[in-house]
């Protein structure tokens, strides 16, 4: 008997001392759901050259539950969506083979590697074949088109090659080339994506010998708008990173982070100064970030990004809370990262096919009146107003909630007021010729008039959403909104003052 | 004997699965504690209603121990202070309606609801019952007159209006409105507090008819000043937040991080950075942050914030190290939160009672000179001084201490010049008549006087006292101290070329 | 037997509610390894005059095993690199003793202190006893000469006086004094380290009398470069931090943050808002800090700091992926910190030795030119940079590796761009009389030159090099590189239109 007691002491403390075992999702050095004849031959080489890689895969869930059981599984804690899986995913793990060989067709990043017809880039179209209706939502989302919403609309195109224009001096003045892709790369299509083009092939030698593959330009690249070789928009590892995917991670603000980061989009800033930042950072380590459905209270006890923006929510007995979205904008009301003012969310995902009264495709104009053919209509906003305050409702009295909306709506309209006297004060620095409107991103005065709405006024109304004092206030808040208005005038004064 | 190992080993896996099970407070579905019949009334809809704050409260320490036990606790360990606890509330758990229910005379916030007198707001004054020195302490700090010292103080009523006011532009000059309540309280007074109203009463429809509720103006709001309807000052859920009040979350440093953060009040910014911040980051999680009294060494390795400023602190074997106290300004000898130069803490929370020599409530006057007789002493600065090292001295011998507070010194007197520098610039723009003194926060030179000492000089200040190197250099430290210098006469030098 | 299951899950929840047990490193009330008689009467008093440094030692592998038994380990796993150990200090614990006791002789810090002879600051020196390779590597790093390498070059010292020097009004023109001692250790020095002096010794009165202590200058510090008092460079506790001095803590980012921060160095900052960042800080709570080797995959699934710059990692089948190195500028084969532009490695740690075209001690001219006589050869570059992709393939497929080092290598080209053509302009203003360059870095256009290269180009080159899209777009990235010349543009015409 002893020696039980002993031998169990032993399995406990073992247990004890791996690390990750006490993980949502379990950490393991082998797939428990039997493996294709295709991925076991990509995991003999690929293990010991992509270790890393490979027991990232190990310890997903796709490692470990395979989609014909998978899709068995009770409505509301499913995880696939599609009403059928193909008959040779049903009964494998999907592995490396699964994945990267679906669709080749329509894929230019297909290649021969080792007797088989393989695809480098992943798409959401190939995710979609269990995942249809996350894929759908997602294709409708301004997400999908960021790349696009970018390069089709003529004004953030020059706010781009604005920025990322290389500089130099010609007879003391300053001139702007045009950006190279790899700067436009590395900072705006970061987060917007890329659009990953098979420039031919080429040839790698490697331990086995000379191998050939697609060279990929624009690439590696995990923007959210991502145009891939298969001509689908987006990249889900965007969000579930390679190569576990899990739901555990996408539900973490960290990931939401990477790009809703100040100056310009301080989502990311102000919830980690909110009230819910300040119960996430302090007790997450209890919560349960992997069960579907989430249930608040029981699983969180405050809300992260994802909470709100887009999971499943019900109740511990079942009731749906919140429906799983993948279009992002499909919950919110309002936009209010300005462009340049707060707007009702876009009814498309293309927001570049939008033309307001100047003719631009923005969804107000530089004098704030709303395109509103192409924004969602007034009950549209009120219905989801109502299934946001449902969320909140989860933990906060309804005068809590509504106090804070009504507040939120003040805020918004404030701020936008602010961004209306900087753009009278532009408005008079080009009429006094004082600086060129032709393009209005370029020079110091212009620059400022852009921080106030994409900084300062964007800092207000996130800093008003989620309750984070210091981006409402003096970190890119009221303060600045208010010091920019004094310094634009005193460089109209300054300017004027010189004769120019 | 196969059997039992075999459950052993399954209970060990269940409990290593359970998330939260390894949390220094349980998360429960049910109160350990006996209810009283009106906290299963409240339960009994608002379990249904409000999920997710009901479970926060089920883990809570309030739903497991009933305050006639928590009362008998070694006097050490004690988290309640009052000597005798109302015999109503000694046998059940501390649930909705014994803390909903107190004092209802006093609560403008009062209503009638499903049979019972339930008060909106629960409040410092209701939280006294059971935490009566807790309430005691805080009622002294600056922290409880928060919003007072904004409000009866006109040089911070100015810069609270001229921050806050909406802009707009009339015969091409800027004009600055009345700020409104929803700027405000989106601003400085979300961390400051508002003053909570009872409008009327509403009647709101819900799933079970319709029901009256109060209006709440400036609600919610969990600033540290807040007036609540009982006539009381402060909010406890400030740092205890709802509906869990875990002192495990007191005293973890993001709870002080939604205030505290920079550009004005960097103690986050340069705690994350510190040595002590770089070691909590990185093993925390093995601390146990629910004891007490909570003991150096054993229970931490690093201080946070609640460790200096306001925790019980003992040795292992029970010698106090330091007091608990809740009003925050008891420990520090130095008010390094320069308004506008660094000085001995003031004597009194109230400080819009100060009267400096110009005729000001501030603590110096804007030549730096001191408001003494508002301020501690130098008997009690050296006192309290020997009370902090007492701190450090649990894992710094006295020469590492002694060492560094004479460095922070000395930095705090070096800061305090460079604030003059720039105030005698200003003082100069004023006398030339290129900046109108009769508000000193609206013009762009009188800003970068306020970002002098309100950022760069606190940053210097908080970063020493810390020490986080950055803060103390290149972010808002001596770099922007400088730099800001060479813009004001830059800035001087323009205004002056124009004519002006 | 029911009585085995009670205790055996007993046993289980006792280990559950243990904080700490989870840990790698076990904490520990009492040491496992045998203690010297010094160290014992050290432990006698030090155990209640610092119980949480006595603690926090007490839970380090060096209180666990004695180097008798950690040098026989296999190499791969072994932590001590001396190839022998002093017999006094192979059967004991590393303890207070063993470590303060060290090289007596070259310790001006040494003192007589109850019947001992201790040294107060133990130095890389003495770590050199067992961690001898360690020591090796480090002296020859530039952090060993950051205290140094500011001292010895001109240009830095002017710098750092420049933003160190207290400021004050004289005939109402700013003047810098020389800084002070204090300012300096609490900003620059504070990471670079200063040189610990024994001032003398000096009498403190205790609770067992009267004892005399050396008194040290510029201490405490635990910079990089700090000269020690037994002339020896460094200090191991800047990433080891006492008195554990955890591999587990060195290899968290949050070690090297404290340091490289923004705005200057911002590879934290980065590193957060990276794919990278986001993982660690969604999962890293099941990850092993503690192995050695550390084995991507097993151990990790996303790299820090630690495992690009300096760790030793292999294979799980122990295979070495990339050696140890404490040399960290040993590993990249470009050194991104611009001065003023991005340049191959330096040869030397002494970075104070090169001599670039204009007599300069720096890696490249004003103008951009290499001293490439000090600077690592592009054979050399070649090498690293294939040893670095190693690292990467680790968990990535060449092609996506090749993209990344392609995209990089042009944007620290472009980033070289935007300096350029900041120097230009700022040229252009000397030779105007606009600005005095006597010194370069007192007026405000020439900070904002510092700014192009310290903070936006460094932002540039860190974000691409991590790829995190705030600092190479919005945060200090392309946008300000962009906005800055703008307005050093605007500042050169106001400037001029004054007729200056």
Known sequence: MNRIALTLSAVVLFLLCIPGVYAEEKDKASSSAPLSEGTKACLDCHKDLHPGLVRDWLASRHAQVVPGVAIKKAEMERRISAKSIPEALQSVAVGCYECHTLNPAAHKDNFEHAGYKINVVVSPNDCRTCHSIEAEQYSESTKAYALANLDNNPVFKTLVETIDGSKGLKNKKLVTSKPSDTTKNDTCYACHGTEVVVKGFKTVSTDVGDMQFPELLNWPNQGVGRINPDGSFGACTSCHPRHRFAISVARKPYTCSQCHVEPDVPAWNVYRESKHGNIFFSVEREWAFENVPWVPGRDFT??????????????????????????????????????????????????????????????????????SDYLIDKEEQIKRLGRMKRICQSCHASGFTDGHFTKFAASIEEADQMVKAATLLLQSAWDAGLADK???????????????????????????????????????????????????????????????
Chains 1, 2, 3 share one sequence.
């Open 302 to 371: 405050a809300p992260t990004c994802a909470t709100c923006h887009n999971s499943l929510l019900s109740t511990a007995d079942g009731t749906t809370i919140a429906e799983r979205n993948h279009n992002f904008g499909s919950r919110p009301w309002a936009r209010i990262f300005g462009l340049i003012y707060a707007h009702p969310q876009p009814k498309s995902g293309k927001t570049y096919l939008i033309k307001n009264k100047d003719g631009l495709p923005l969804p107000t104009t530089f004098a704030g009146e709303l395109a």
């Open 438 to 500: 032709s393009n209005p991103f370029d020079e110091a005065i212009e620059q400022k008039w852009v921080k106030q709405w994409l900084f300062y006024a964007n800092s207000v109304r996130f800093g008003s959403a989620m309750m984070g004092p210091g981006y409402t206030t003096f970190e890119h808040g009221w303060w600045d909104l208010t010091n920019n208005l004094a310094e634009m005038t005193d460089l109209i004064k300054l300017e004027k003052g010189k004769g120019k």
